[in-house]
Protein backbone atom coordinates (compact mmCIF):
# COMPACT_ATOMS: atom_id res chain seq x y z
CA UNK A 1 0.00 0.00 0.00
CA UNK A 2 1.45 3.45 -0.98
CA UNK A 3 0.85 6.51 0.82
CA UNK A 4 1.02 10.12 -0.72
CA UNK A 5 1.43 12.91 1.07
CA UNK A 6 1.61 16.46 -0.54
CA UNK A 7 3.41 19.75 1.07
CA UNK A 8 4.54 22.58 0.40
CA UNK A 9 1.21 24.56 -0.66
CA UNK A 10 0.12 28.21 0.78
CA UNK A 11 -0.64 31.70 -0.56
CA UNK A 12 1.60 33.90 -2.94
CA UNK A 13 1.19 36.85 -4.80
CA UNK A 14 0.88 36.48 -8.88
CA UNK A 15 4.09 36.35 -10.50
CA UNK A 16 5.47 34.34 -7.61
CA UNK A 17 6.63 30.37 -7.38
CA UNK A 18 5.83 27.28 -4.86
CA UNK A 19 7.49 24.42 -4.98
CA UNK A 20 5.35 21.26 -3.74
CA UNK A 21 6.27 17.88 -2.75
CA UNK A 22 4.66 14.20 -2.84
CA UNK A 23 6.68 12.23 -0.54
CA UNK A 24 5.82 8.29 -0.99
CA UNK A 25 5.83 5.51 1.56
CA UNK A 26 4.79 1.80 1.56
CA UNK A 27 4.94 -0.18 -1.92
CA UNK A 28 7.64 0.52 -3.82
CA UNK A 29 6.54 4.09 -4.98
CA UNK A 30 9.52 4.37 -7.48
CA UNK A 31 8.28 2.18 -10.15
CA UNK A 32 4.92 3.97 -10.54
CA UNK A 33 4.06 6.78 -12.59
CA UNK A 34 3.35 10.12 -10.58
CA UNK A 35 0.70 12.76 -11.62
CA UNK A 36 -0.01 16.15 -10.77
CA UNK A 37 -4.07 17.26 -10.26
CA UNK A 38 -5.69 20.23 -9.14
CA UNK A 39 -9.30 21.35 -8.64
CA UNK A 40 -11.08 24.30 -8.13
CA UNK A 41 -14.20 24.95 -6.30
CA UNK A 42 -17.04 24.43 -8.96
CA UNK A 43 -14.52 22.77 -11.12
CA UNK A 44 -13.66 19.05 -12.36
CA UNK A 45 -10.31 18.25 -11.29
CA UNK A 46 -7.90 18.27 -14.16
CA UNK A 47 -4.59 17.11 -14.87
CA UNK A 48 -1.28 19.43 -14.56
CA UNK A 49 0.95 16.82 -15.45
CA UNK A 50 2.91 13.58 -15.27
CA UNK A 51 6.53 12.10 -15.05
CA UNK A 52 7.16 8.20 -15.85
CA UNK A 53 9.08 5.78 -13.01
CA UNK A 54 12.50 6.72 -14.69
CA UNK A 55 12.03 10.64 -14.87
CA UNK A 56 12.58 10.56 -18.58
CA UNK A 57 9.36 10.91 -19.74
CA UNK A 58 6.47 13.89 -18.66
CA UNK A 59 3.73 15.20 -19.74
CA UNK A 60 2.65 18.88 -19.17
CA UNK A 61 -1.11 20.49 -19.55
CA UNK A 62 -1.04 23.41 -21.85
CA UNK A 63 -2.58 25.30 -19.26
CA UNK A 64 0.56 25.24 -17.00
CA UNK A 65 3.81 24.23 -19.98
CA UNK A 66 6.90 26.69 -19.68
CA UNK A 67 5.23 27.34 -15.87
CA UNK A 68 5.69 24.14 -13.98
CA UNK A 69 8.09 22.07 -14.02
CA UNK A 70 7.67 18.02 -12.73
CA UNK A 71 10.40 15.95 -11.12
CA UNK A 72 11.36 12.92 -8.62
CA UNK A 73 14.13 11.72 -6.97
CA UNK A 74 13.12 8.27 -6.42
CA UNK A 75 16.33 7.67 -3.79
CA UNK A 76 13.91 10.20 -1.36
CA UNK A 77 10.69 8.68 -3.04
CA UNK A 78 9.33 12.45 -3.54
CA UNK A 79 8.14 13.80 -6.34
CA UNK A 80 8.43 17.66 -7.15
CA UNK A 81 5.95 20.00 -8.73
CA UNK A 82 7.94 23.26 -9.16
CA UNK A 83 5.44 25.81 -9.98
CA UNK A 84 6.35 29.30 -11.21
CA UNK A 85 4.83 32.48 -12.65
CA UNK A 86 1.92 31.66 -10.58
CA UNK A 87 -1.30 33.06 -12.06
CA UNK A 88 -5.08 33.28 -9.63
CA UNK A 89 -6.39 31.00 -12.17
CA UNK A 90 -3.72 28.32 -11.15
CA UNK A 91 -5.26 28.36 -7.42
CA UNK A 92 -6.95 25.16 -6.66
CA UNK A 93 -5.99 21.74 -4.35
CA UNK A 94 -3.45 20.03 -5.81
CA UNK A 95 -3.38 16.42 -5.36
CA UNK A 96 -0.36 13.83 -6.39
CA UNK A 97 -1.40 10.09 -7.48
CA UNK A 98 0.67 7.20 -8.53
CA UNK A 99 0.05 4.58 -11.11
CA UNK A 100 2.07 1.61 -12.81
CA UNK A 101 1.63 2.88 -16.68
CA UNK A 102 2.56 5.96 -17.97
CA UNK A 103 0.10 6.00 -21.12
CA UNK A 104 -3.31 4.29 -19.04
CA UNK A 105 -4.53 2.94 -15.97
CA UNK A 106 -6.51 3.68 -13.05
CA UNK A 107 -4.49 6.04 -10.60
CA UNK A 108 -4.43 3.81 -7.84
CA UNK A 109 -2.92 6.09 -4.85
CA UNK A 110 -4.05 9.59 -3.85
CA UNK A 111 -2.43 11.74 -1.42
CA UNK A 112 -4.46 14.40 0.61
CA UNK A 113 -4.38 17.64 -1.00
CA UNK A 114 -3.00 21.19 -0.68
CA UNK A 115 -4.31 24.08 -1.14
CA UNK A 116 -2.48 26.67 -3.40
CA UNK A 117 -3.96 30.21 -3.51
CA UNK A 118 -2.74 32.65 -6.09
CA UNK A 119 -3.68 36.49 -5.27
CA UNK A 120 -4.07 39.11 -7.58
Do not use: H
Request: with cysteine; proline share 2%.
Amino acid sequence: QVQLVETGGGSVQAGGSLRLSCAASGGTPSSYTMGWFRQAPGKERESVGRIGWSGDSTYYANSVKGRFTISRDNAENTVYLQMNSLKPEDTAVYSCAARLNYYIGEWRYWGQGTQVTVSS
